[in-house]
């Protein structure tokens, strides 16, 4: 990711001595990371967390720590944000009982905000019986709670960030442009009518064969093992071996559904980034076939890849497909010694 000030100079135009970038016409970026400070702070500080419940009662006190960095893009209305980040939070626990009260303090740590649901790391000062209960605690019921206010964060930066109220005053306004208001509603009707027809405009499909040199059985139980998930992409995984079962890979930023499973022979998912519109699915239909012994030919087909993800980034299809060449199977062939 380009670093905040080194962008390409041939798209990023500097301001105009009067300040305008006229229609919006060309690429404006913004460094977003103090208002991201700002705002994360108001969402994350002074939180309650759980307010007696078994005797417990834990709240956030202030976001500690922000680092990295935070950006957004704007040309005609188009927003690219761009980000990543690290912080810490700080909280107070305290555990009554009817004799005692003891408080402890801990803090939770985020090493990368990136638009996906990141991982949480929870950490006591006291690490005895009441700090590992007010510990697990927090694991329990203040994690959802962080994750939620991080997607206001995710969903206020694809929104413009700081830049959004900058997009709304400097619209172009004329006479002629009121004037023309019906009628560009009107096409825009005709266009959203157009888009309803054709359906799946907007969505791309994955295709891939590769060869391996192992049996067809192995290479589906690799695929359905969250052990071995684990092993070969060093990344948490959780996998269902049931048809209508669940999984989560690469750090819960994929996730889906198992369709149909046959053992050696078929795999069928509904499949799709964090990162993509909520309730957006595609399908994975990965097949194996053994033409002689010890050669497999696995063939995946992806329907319904959508060519942008919730942020207007571009790039899904082509960090899909080389997602499954080189961190998947590649790695497979890799790690098992299935050939090259």
């Not at 694809?158 to 560009?184: Q, W």
Request: hydrophobic letters at 35%.
């Amino acid at each position: 990711m380009a670093k905040y000030g080194e962008g390409d100079k041939r798209w990023i135009v500097e301001d105009r001595p009067d300040g305008a970038n006229v229609h919006n016409w060309h690429w404006a970026e913004r460094d977003c990371l103090e208002w991201s400070r700002a705002f994360l702070s108001s969402l994350l500080s002074d939180l309650p967390i759980l307010s007696g419940e078994s005797g417990l009662h834990i709240r956030t006190k202030t976001l500690d720590r922000l680092d990295g960095e935070a950006y957004v893009n704007t040309r005609k209305g188009k927003i690219i944000p761009g980000y990543e980040l690290s912080l810490s939070v700080s909280w107070i626990g305290e555990a009554k009982s009817s004799s005692s009260s003891d408080d402890v303090a801990g803090e939770s740590t985020i090493a990368s905000v990136d638009g996906t649901d990141p991982e949480i790391k929870v950490t006591v000062r006291d690490d005895g019986p009441i700090g590992r209960r007010l510990k697990e605690a927090f694991l329990a019921r203040g994690k959802p709670i962080v994750l939620e206010k991080i997607r206001v964060f995710v969903d206020a930066m694809a929104k413009g960030g700081p830049a959004k109220d900058d997009l709304e005053v400097k619209k172009p306004k004329s006479d002629a442009a009121v004037v023309a208001a019906p009628v560009v509603k009107e096409e825009e009707k005709k266009k959203k009518t157009k888009r309803e027809e054709k359906g799946k405009e907007g969505f791309k499909t994955i295709q891939l064969s590769e060869r391996f040199n192992c049996r067809a059985r192995d290479l589906y139980e690799i695929l359905m093992d969250e052990r071995r998930w684990k092993g070969f992409t060093q990344s948490n995984a959780r996998i269902s071996r049931d048809v209508g079962g669940e999984f989560s890979i690469f750090d819960g930023s994929i996730m889906g559904t198992n369709v149909e499973l046959q053992e050696g022979k078929l795999i069928v998912q509904k499949w799709r980034f964090g990162s993509w519109p909520d309730g957006l699915y595609s399908t994975v239909r990965l097949t194996f076939d053994e033409p002689e012994s010890g050669v497999t030919i696995v063939k995946l087909i992806q329907t319904e890849v959508p060519e942008e993800d919730r942020y207007g980034n571009s790039t899904v299809v082509e960090n899909t497909e080389r997602g499954w060449r080189e961190l998947i199977l590649n790695k497979i062939r890799a790690v098992f010694g299935f050939g090259i």
